[in-house]
């Protein structure tokens, strides 16, 4: 019988769904909305794979207002840059070289609002500069034979080193991680196609990943710079769940069909041997009626079990199809809705769902 794992996943349910292990760095649009930190780059001096999630917040009136991502500068002049990376594709220097300046706007033209994947590879054995969005090389240059990458700098996070006016950012970054290799283009490819709520920087590029995501989170904030819940990965991770949640129980379900016509066959059998016994007919028919009473039993058990809450409480049908939010339950709770805050208030922040409100009835009431 499948049904038992399937109602233990039922009960984990709540807390897989609402866990919040992903998280965005979310930039105000003015100039005093940045991030300054001095991260370890030694282990880049000779290879450096810098790569993350973007989304757009600010559309600027030329290509050269570019929001500016990463700003990781060692000279003392301010325009001289070590790594620097733009969301409009304005500016893609390494070792401030100008060859990208202004000539890959075309390829990050994702829409304000979206996602995309933007990732800068290099290392002094190919001596190239690629630049990928979503997975595809959209440009590479040679950079200066020898050349390594200096350490001891300032990273800047949402404007330039000097934070000038026509830099911000304005918009969403998250899983920024500098890997210490030059990845292949299937690596990058890879990466892009796992998608946003993926974890495959750690799983699959964890030993190279030197300068990681968890250590920007935590640097110094000035201005609007805060830390949000990334809502798409835990909409996919609830809708994943649910979904496999429902193929169990149809699974089940069939299971149960099958042990039905499975007693059922067995009934005829018995009462076609009670036929052919006559002289065993009445210890055989007790002990049919016997046997017939367990399976009953099991069976109305195994029907239970699919909704063992059936008529306890019910959630209000006025919620359906609305998100859970915290200020509603402070308001049940003034109101004495001690049903509502009980049942729902572990489901703060999710959409509450003809599929969840059955699984809040059946599992979370008994």
Not at 174 to 192: G, H, I, L, P
Not at 225 to 241: I, N
Request: aromatic share 8%.
């Amino acid at each position: 019988m499948i049904l038992l794992p399937v109602l233990i996943s039922l009960s984990l349910l709540g807390s897989t769904l609402v866990a919040g292990e992903n998280k965005a760095l979310k930039f105000g649009a003015t100039q005093g909305d940045y991030m300054k930190f001095y991260p370890n780059m030694t282990p880049f001096a000779n290879a450096l794979s810098a790569c993350t999630w973007v989304m757009k917040g600010i559309q600027p009136s030329s290509i050269w207002r570019a929001p500016i991502i990463l700003d990781y500068h060692t000279h003392p002049t301010h325009n001289i840059h070590e790594l620097l990376m733009t969301d409009n594709g304005g500016f893609n220097r390494l070792f401030n070289g100008m060859q990208f300046d202004g000539k890959l706007g075309g390829s990050f033209s994702a829409p304000l609002g979206s996602w995309f994947h933007y990732c800068v590879t290099w290392s002094s054995v190919s001596d190239s500069q690629r630049i990928y969005v979503d997975g595809v090389q959209v440009g590479q240059t040679a950079t200066p034979a020898g050349r390594t990458l200096t350490p001891g700098g300032v990273a800047t996070m949402g404007n330039r080193r000097d934070i000038h006016p026509y830099y911000p950012f304005g918009g969403q970054i998250t899983k920024f991680n500098v890997f210490s290799k030059e990845m292949t283009a299937d690596e990058v490819k890879e990466m892009a196609e796992a998608g946003v709520c993926s974890s495959v920087e750690e799983t699959r590029f964890g030993e190279s990943r030197a300068l990681k995501w968890e250590y920007i989170l935590a640097q110094p904030k000035t201005g609007n710079v805060v830390p949000v819940e990334l809502e798409t990965c835990e909409d996919e991770k609830m809708k994943e769940e649910l979904e496999r949640l429902r193929q169990e129980l149809e699974d089940a379900k069939k299971e149960l069909e099958e042990y039905k016509k499975a007693c059922e066959e067995a009934k005829r059998k018995l009462q076609e041997e009670i036929d052919a016994t006559k002289s065993a007919a009445e210890e055989a028919q007790s002990k049919l009626e016997e046997e017939l009473k367990s399976l009953e039993k099991k069976l109305e058990d195994a029907l239970k079990a699919q909704c063992p809450g059936e008529g306890i409480w019910s959630v209000p049908k006025n919620l359906i199809g609305k998100k859970i939010k915290k200020r509603q339950i402070k308001k049940w709770k003034k109101a004495g809705e001690d049903e509502l805050v009980r049942y729902l208030s572990a489901w703060k922040g999710a959409k509450l769902t003809k599929d969840l409100a059955r699984y809040i009835e059946c599992f979370q009431t008994v």
